[in-house]
T-cell receptor
Framework: AQSVTQPDIHITVSEGASLELRCNYSYGATPYLFWYVQSPGQGLQLLLKYFSGDTLVQGIKGFEAEFKRSQSSFNLRKPSVHWSDAAEYFCAVGARRGSYGGSQGNLIFGKGTKLSVKP | GAGVSQSPSNKVTEKGKDVELRCDPISGHTALYWYRQSLGQGLEFLIYFQGNSAPDKSGLPSDRFSAERTGGSVSTLTIQRTQQEDSAVYLC??????????FGPGTRLLVL
């Protein structure tokens, strides 16, 4: 069965420092991979996605993620964190479901990593 | 363009009552998904509609939960005989083909 693990429940970084949030997935084939961000009381905003091709993907707000098949990982990175990045971050995997007209099907989410930013 | 919208944004109900939650997907999106977010369980998939195919109901936690999608657009999630454990944020998302899922702001349901 598919699963997503985000090993860090809570991370605190200083403003301006670099950030890496870890994500490991379990899936029998190459999955679709996503990172979403959720601010308090808000819905989920898509940061970036990996479907195929270049394993380093760029997203919004200066975030990037790298797909490493050998490690079953899709870690999220940002070179310099801003106070406004404080939020909860979710990694997700989607199955490839050709029988559904090529849709990705439902997502399986990790438990999330809460990011706090120190001034 | 307009994103996914959900209504109501908040709903308080008494145990045993039925509730209906509405989702308006992004115009033209063929797939629509319902998820539930709670403190104990994280984000859980509930049900998925793709075009005219039969919905994937594999995530519905009990037969008290049902959903329909009318005209390939608006969807309603119905919870009958609500229980306190149904209290959660119900999130709707939509996508176009292989595209990413875009989420609405959610409906916060509190069952007293």
């Amino acid at each position: 069965a598919q699963s997503v693990t985000q090993p860090d429940i809570h991370i605190t970084v200083s403003e301006g420092a670099s950030l890496e949030l870890r994500c490991n997935y379990s899936y029998g084939a190459t999955p679709y991979l996503f990172w979403y961000v959720q601010s308090p009381g808000q819905g989920l905003q898509l940061l970036l996605k990996y479907f195929s091709g270049d394993t380093l993907v760029q997203g919004i707000k200066g975030f990037e993620a790298e797909f490493k098949r050998s490690q079953s990982s899709f870690n999220l990175r940002k070179p310099s964190v801003h106070w406004s990045d404080a939020a909860e971050y979710f990694c997700a995997v989607g199955a490839r479901r050709g029988s559904y007209g090529g849709s990705q099907g439902n997502l399986i989410f990790g438990k999330g990593t809460k990011l706090s930013v120190k001034p | 363009g307009a994103g996914v919208s959900q209504s109501p944004s908040n709903k308080v109900t008494e145990k045993g009552k039925d509730v209906e939650l509405r989702c308006d997907p992004i115009s033209g999106h063929t797939a629509l998904y319902w998820y539930r977010q709670s403190l104990g369980q994280g984000l859980e998939f509930l049900i998925y509609f793709q075009g005219n195919s039969a919905p994937d109901k594999s995530g519905l936690p009990s037969d008290r939960f049902s959903a329909e999608r009318t005209g390939g657009s608006v969807s309603t999630l119905t919870i009958q005989r609500t229980q306190q454990e149904d209290s959660a944020v119900y999130l709707c998302a939509s996508s176009l083909g292989l595209g990413a899922q875009y989420f609405g702001p959610g409906t916060r349901l509190l069952v007293l």
